[in-house]
């Protein structure tokens, strides 16, 4: 049997987006599914999913019953994905900030490595319409995190990645504290712990033309104080 893929696409007010998005994915190869995970977006967002779903096998989705933030998105979706049986698991933004069309990139490194990461930062900066003072704070906050955790990573905050279903299975997901772009840290972070290969591959990152960004400071906050606390417990044995 083929190798499955099941792409996580976290969704809160993407009406703009998501009848656009699912399509690009699917069309990238035929081992692609989606799961939508939609937080009870006011705009509709959940009714054009379920509408997209009923007309496509490969297409699901998974409604909760309020906003819980990125990571919880995720975990809820990582547990769907281990139920059944896909063999790769991506994390995805649902605003065309990561472009389907690396997927098919994506799927040849992850026969030989256990992540595999789009990033922004590998080969020099390719982040296409964000103001200079997000860049810097965007490029910094890596450097940042890579000091503070040893992460050997360039881009420890990128959401665009995937996962075999092995480095999920391995990873304790109700130990896993962070919700925000920390999230991303702490998911790479526990895997590099645990002896799991990761390979960054370059992207270039497009900021969203439609919708609204999710950023806030209370997001930034967290990510500032959540890796101290991650190399705190790497330090006393907690990630392993």
């Known amino acids: ?27 990238q190869d035929d081992r692609l599914y989606v799961l939508v995970i939609d937080d009870n977006s006011p705009d509709g967002t959940g009714d054009i999913a379920d509408r997209i779903a009923s007309a496509n096998p490969r297409v699901m989705v998974m409604h909760r019953e309020k906003k819980e933030g990125l990571g919880q998105a995720y975990i809820a979706g990582f547990r769907w994905a281990l139920e059944r049986d896909y063999n790769y698991i991506f ?3 649902a605003d065309f900030s990561h472009d389907p069309i690396y997927l098919k990139d994506f799927l ?3 026969k ?58 391995a990873i304790n997901l109700d130990d896993v504290k962070s919700n925000g772009y920390s999230f991303q840290i702490e998911m790479s972070l526990r895997a590099h712990k645990k002896g799991f290969k990761i390979k960054e591959i370059p992207i270039i990152f497009y900021d969203r033309t439609a919708g609204q960004s999710k950023m806030s400071k209370k997001i930034i906050r967290e990510a500032v104080v ?14 392993k």
Request: aromatic letters at 10%.
């Open 1 to 27: 049997m083929a190798d499955k893929a099941l792409v996580l696409l976290p969704t809160y007010n993407e009406k703009e987006n998501i009848e656009r998005i699912i399509p690009k994915i699917l069309q």
């Open 91 to 93: 994390e995805m933004d």
């Open 108 to 110: 040849v490194s992850i």
């Open 112 to 169: 030989k490595y256990d992540i595999v990461l789009g990033s922004r930062y590998i080969s020099g900066v390719n982040v296409v319409n964000w103001p200079i003072m997000r860049l810097l704070l965007s490029y910094y906050a890596n450097v940042y995190s890579r000091i503070v955790t040893g992460l050997p990573l360039r881009d420890a905050t990128g959401g665009f990645k995937c996962f075999r279903r092995e480095v999920l299975e």
């Open 226 to 239: 959540m890796v101290w606390r991650l190399r705190i417990w790497s330090i006393l044995g907690k990630l």
